[in-house]
């Protein structure tokens, strides 16, 4: 079945560092979103993309939707210890019903 | 409360046995979702509706899985003869509007965490 990759796997970061992970997939997705999932708790939205090509930012975070639309990535700028978590890319391929997360990038941010 | 619950929070049972996992959406949102989300692992996504309607199946693990939703509100997701391996945390999502737009934001419940001894 479908699998999103995500890369890398975890992160140790200083705090104020920037970080960049990313997010491929088999398919063509048309929407890519990224949530992020703090312990214990279900995932929270950040940032959505629309269409290939398209950079969004929200704050320090901004995503991009590759032109093939087949990946994504995901920048954080100047780490905050807030920023620990989970991060998942996700989204619907072009076809079928259902909806898919990536593997996830886990974000560890050292004061 | 405005958020989507679930319950039970924790559920702890013998292999073999029946469970029903309660979800109840914010109101007014046409699309739940249920998800899997084995420990460590992403969430994987096993059923959505749009409406009462579940328009694809396929991502049930097996026929002992089953959901349904009333009223376009609340949804039991139950899974029949328990097995170890569907030991996880089972997250309820819920949007306005679903397949139509699957931009829309999915507001998840805090999840079930099941157990199976």
């Known amino acids: 079945g479908q699998q999103l990759n995500q890369s890398p796997q975890s992160m140790f970061i200083q705090e104020g560092e920037d970080v960049s992970m990313n997010c491929t997939s088999s398919s063509i997705f048309n929407t890519w979103l990224w949530y992020k999932q703090d312990p214990g708790e279900g995932p929270v939205l950040l940032i959505a993309l629309y269409k290939a090509g398209e950079l969004t930012s929200n704050g320090r975070l901004t995503a991009q939707f590759g032109i093939t639309r087949k990946d994504s990535f995901l920048n954080i700028s100047a780490s905050i210890p807030s920023d620990v978590g989970i991060y998942f890319c996700a989204g619907p391929p072009n076809t079928g019903n259902q909806f898919y997360f990536g593997t996830g990038t886990s974000l560890t941010v050292i004061p | 409360g405005a958020g989507v619950s679930q319950s039970p929070s924790n559920k702890v049972t013998e292999k073999g046995k029946d469970v029903e996992l309660r979800c109840d959406p914010i109101?007014?949102?046409?699309?739940l979702y249920w998800y899997r989300q084995r420990l460590g692992q992403g969430l994987e996504f096993l059923i959505y509706f749009q409406g009462n309607s579940a328009p694809d199946k396929s991502g049930l693990p097996s026929d002992r899985f089953s959901a349904e939703r009333t009223g376009e509100s609340v949804s039991t997701l139950t899974i029949q003869r328990t097995q170890q391996e569907d030991s996880a945390v089972y997250l309820c999502?819920?949007?306005?509007?679903?397949?139509?737009?699957?931009?829309?934001?999915?507001?998840f419940g805090p999840g079930t965490r099941l157990t199976v001894l």
């Open positions: 109101s007014g949102h046409t699309a």
């Open positions: 999502a819920s949007s306005p509007r679903g397949r139509g737009s699957w931009s829309d934001t999915q507001y």
